[in-house]
Nanobody, 129 residues
């Protein structure tokens, strides 16, 4: 059974930082890319970042490049999202997800929801101004 444990959400002031973690189980970690998505009230879901452990590739949405860093601990089957210089526009529920992936996938963007098979329950991030 696929299982996610997402931790690290909370309330932070603008300019602050948070680190989200997503511990996974129930699938072969190296056969999947792990992505972070977010959804704010009244807005469309947005792919934020993605990492594939098999080839150590990362991908970011333009809105978070230079501020967010995704990383993984393959021994723990856990992915992290370090979020710095947070703004109120980053307020959302953040979800991690797992999508089947092989190195060299020509059309894989890592930031589209349809590329993912399994989803976590989400963790709230609130940035106050």
């Amino acid at each position: 059974e696929v299982h996610f444990v997402e931790l690290g959400g909370g309330l932070v002031q603008a300019g602050g930082s948070l680190r989200l973690s997503c511990a996974t189980s129930g699938f072969d970690f190296e056969d999947y890319a792990i992505g972070w998505f977010r959804q704010a009230p009244g807005k469309e879901q947005e792919g934020v970042a993605c990492i594939s452990s098999v080839d150590d590739k990362t991908r970011y949405a333009d809105s978070v490049k230079g501020r967010f860093t995704i990383s993984s601990d393959n021994a723990k089957n856990t992915v992290y999202l370090q979020m710095n210089s947070l703004t109120p526009e980053d307020t959302a529920v953040y979800y991690c997800a797992a999508g089947a992936y092989y190195s060299g996938s020509p059309y894989f963007t890592g930031l589209r929801a349809y590329e993912y098979d399994y989803w976590g329950q989400g963790t709230q991030v609130t940035v106050s101004s």
